[in-house]
């Protein structure tokens, strides 16, 4: 029988953060009109503009983009589109994230299991956090130096 730590020894976690600047990003969508709607999905954009201060919640889910991005470890130049990774409002305001197109494809080629985000966002700053459970992580990682797992690789 698996025990759960057994089943997590396989597992990695993948992290990304992001931070974004709500007046670059807003000016930015404003000197470009149809911009906003190449970044984010309709439901992104009703989230944002029903509430009193759509620039920063656009500017979070911009930060949300960026940050799964980073955690997969690609960029948008492996072809992802911003609209691939989706943040979606749960019960309670919870986000969660939605994959589809080619980042769905890299998270499957990865092996996610599953991903969570967390937002926060100011009159100034947006910042997000992205965490990835996969089954390999596709580079090495170094494990912490209080770790039972590092002080058994030294010994
Ligand atoms: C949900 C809550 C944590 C949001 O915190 P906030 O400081 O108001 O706002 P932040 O900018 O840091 O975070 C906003 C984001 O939190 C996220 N969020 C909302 N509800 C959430 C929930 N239930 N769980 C996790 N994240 C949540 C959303 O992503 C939201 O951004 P979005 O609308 O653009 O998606 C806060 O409103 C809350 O309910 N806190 C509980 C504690 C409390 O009531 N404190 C006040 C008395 S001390």
Same mark, same amino acid.
């Given at each position: ?46 989230? /944002?503009? !029903? $509430?009193? #201060? ?5 500017? @979070? *889910?911009?930060? =949300? ?25 749960? /019960?309670? !305001? $919870?986000? #969660? ?5 080619? @980042? *769905?494809?890299? =998270? ?41 797992? =590092? ?5």
């Amino acid at each position: 029988m698996r025990t759960e730590a057994a089943q997590c020894s396989t597992l990695s976690v993948l992290v990304g953060a992001d931070l974004v600047s709500v007046d670059r990003l807003a000016s930015k969508l404003a000197a470009h009109p149809g911009l906003a709607r190449e970044i984010f999905t309709p439901r992104e954009l009703k989230h /944002a503009y !029903g $509430r009193r #201060r759509p620039d920063e919640h656009l500017a @979070a *889910r911009f930060a =949300a983009k960026e940050a799964v991005l980073k955690a997969l470890g690609t960029g948008l130049a492996g072809g992802v589109n911003m609209r691939d990774v989706e943040v979606v409002n749960g /019960a309670g !305001g $919870r986000p #969660r994230l939605r994959l589809v197109g080619t @980042a *769905r494809a890299i =998270a499957d080629r990865t092996g996610v299991r599953s991903m969570e985000i967390s937002l926060s966002h100011t009159a100034g700053l947006a910042i997000a956090f992205a965490a990835v459970l996969c089954e390999a992580a596709p580079w090495p990682s170094s494990p912490a130096p209080d770790m039972p797992g =590092a002080r058994k690789a030294a010994s």
